[in-house]
């Protein structure tokens, strides 16, 4: 409903609950917007970018997916680490890192769609053929003798989807 007010101006008669209802949708939206740059710049949570695309068809022939595995950049701080996807394998399955490296993953997928979770981290994001999956990570401590983390599939990938799974190993 409108109305002219003294002045010929119109005004519009908001409810005072609906006015309520607006004023606390506004205070929830700047909420999640602190959520989110506190998730994003404070604690280091990232969503993983589909900036890379590849062809799933070649991208084994083309460097670094055709030899996949850790690159050492910087000794003990900075490593890249190429994985690639297919059910129901990741290659390399065994990865040995430095505790304290910035270590940044490339995954990739040839096949199907897959996940890639690391046990007691948040690194978890999809592995979707024809992109690269990237997210940076860093392990604070070197991992127990004989009992690595683990990384595993999440995507329900085929049959054998429950076998698909690797070893990080951190080191001191
Ligand atoms: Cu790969 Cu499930």
Same mark, same amino acid.
């Given at each position: 409903m409108?109305a002219?007010?003294?002045?010929?101006?119109?005004r519009?008669?908001?409810?005072?609950s609906e006015?309520?209802?607006i004023r606390?949708?506004?205070?929830?939206?700047i909420?999640?917007?602190i959520a989110?740059? %506190?998730a994003g710049?404070m604690l280091?949570? !990232? +969503?993983p $970018?589909?900036?890379?695309?590849? #062809?799933?068809? =070649?991208?084994?022939?083309?460097?670094p997916w055709?030899?996949?595995?850790?690159r050492?950049?910087?000794?003990g701080?900075?490593y890249?680490?190429?994985?690639v996807?297919?059910?129901?394998?990741?290659?390399?399955?065994a990865i040995e890192?430095?505790?304290?490296?910035?270590?940044?993953?490339?995954?990739?997928?040839i096949?199907v769609?897959?996940?890639?979770?690391?046990d007691?981290t948040? %690194?978890?994001f999809?592995?979707i053929?024809? !992109? +690269?999956? $990237?997210?940076t990570?860093?392990? #604070?401590?070197? =991992?127990?003798?004989?009992?690595?983390l683990?990384?595993?599939?999440t995507?329900?990938?085929?049959?054998?989807h429950?076998?698909?799974?690797?070893?990080i190993?951190?080191?001191?």
């Open positions: 409108s002219r007010d003294a002045g010929g101006k119109v519009m008669h908001v409810d005072p006015k309520g209802w606390l949708s506004i205070v929830v939206l909420v999640f917007a989110i740059s %506190v710049f280091g949570i !990232q +969503v $970018t589909d900036q890379v695309r590849v #062809d799933p068809r =070649t991208v084994l022939e083309e460097a055709s030899e996949p595995g850790v050492e950049i910087t000794p701080e900075e890249k680490v190429y994985i996807a297919q059910h129901p394998v990741f290659t390399p399955n890192v430095p505790a304290g490296a910035k270590v940044t993953f490339y995954v990739t997928s096949d769609q897959h996940g890639f979770k690391i007691d948040n %690194v978890n999809m592995v053929p024809g !992109q +690269v999956s $990237t997210l990570t860093t392990f #604070d401590d070197p =991992t127990p003798e004989g009992e690595p683990k990384f595993i599939c995507e329900y990938c085929g049959a054998s429950h076998f698909m799974s690797g070893e190993t951190v080191t001191e």
